[in-house]
């Protein structure tokens, strides 16, 4: 028992070649026969003469095969031979005497073929026979007169011919493509920590006023750590290690105390608006570490691709919204916020020390000796070196905050490393912003400027402005005495 399937012109015309197609889908036996109607063979010699589609392509192939189909052996080749063999072959010519079904029109293809499949089934009743189809009219004429048929999978189809539209836009693609080709292919990427990124996103605190109580518990604690002295001048042991100095340096050292002025000064005056600086800043401690900023390294890396290099090329950097950029030194760093310190206390009087010299002492040597030395001629002056075309130079440049900075290169290498440019962004603290930073590539011989654009935005959490301050307590000096002697003590 054979299994046949016949098909209709569509199996030529609208599928892939028969060897290609996965019979194995529809089908699970070693072998099956295809057979192709006379009514598709005239159908396929009207196709011919269709002009120069792809229809009439593949009808003009399809009729070269079917000759070499007549003049092989048995009538019939093998286009594929395993899982399973598919051989191609026609159908016998009818000899049965059964009349065909009035209830097809002979005039249309359609029923033509399905004539055919029932005189095929008439003659060879023990066959399984079908009709392979992707169109409804032969599927509906099949099922009218008891015919099997199997729909073709739609991957079994042909991708769809483009049309006019279609082959007009894929000819400006490539008038595209090749106008593209003779201009520089630019690429840019950003990077923060050697991570390539699309976006930024980073944490700024907010510090909330410290209260009354608060301040007044710190100004106790300062008052204790560095107190107004009782006793002001030098005496004992630090006045004496003074002279032993001076006699050391070849001189001598004569002191005189402080005076009522100048302790009453420090009394009434210095320490006590030292305090009043101390009460100012720890009533503003919040409000000026709000006013800070930070900042961070970003990187983006500009590669030209292309076939030609970039001429007159001009690369901008712009930050925009609440953000802003820096350039950075060399090997330098960012900086980060700027630290909120505490006003230092006054230093007491502590009176009055003149300092003589002997004339023989070796620092009176050797400054006259230094006058004596004549002056160095100026060295003599480097000529600049030459500019290199291929490299970027600075055109707007700044090393504090700003909202541009840019850099020009006569000649943009193509098909070379990518070049990094590093710089600083700075965020302000103490409230959520956003913004962006755009790095822009332009040059003369490049159609339109290429830009990349890096959305950046900061969210807000609450830190401890009480512990802080603390913090900044303990940075004041201890100052305790000891007889006449004031001594600072180092912090553990």
Known sequence: MATVYFVDTNFFIQLKEPEALPWAEIFNKPELFVMVPRTVQTELDRLKQDGNSRRSKRARKASSFLRRVVHSPNATIAVREVAPRVLIGFPPINSSSKPTPTTLDLTRSDDQIVGEVLDFSTANPSDDVFLLTSDTGPMLSARYHNVRFIAVPDKWLLDPEPDERDKTIQEFRRRLDALERAHPQIKIAALVQELEIDAIEEQVSIFDPLSDSIIEQMMAEIGGRCPMPDDFGLSGTELTLRQTVAVAHGGYLKYTKPTADEIRKYREG?????????????MEAAWRLNQRSQSFKIWFRVANNGTVPGNNTILEFRAHGEVSIHALQKDSEPKGPVALRLPMPPSPPLGHLEEARSAASPVDFLDRHYNAIDVMPPPFRQVPPERDRYAFYWDVKSLTPTKLLSLMCDEFRHQNEAEAFELAIVLPQGKA????????????????????????KTVTTVADTEKYVRRLILELPRRVRAGAVEIVEPEP
Do not use: K
């Not at 210095?270 to 720890?282: E, G, K, N």
């Not at 590539?441 to 654009?453: D, F, K």
């Open 433 to 456: 912003i956003s913004g962006a930073v755009s790095c822009r590539l332009s040059a003369a011989n490049l159609p339109e400027p290429v830009q990349l654009t890096i959305p950046v």
């Open 270 to 282: 210095d320490y006590p608006a030292w305090l009043v600086r101390i009460r100012q800043t720890l």
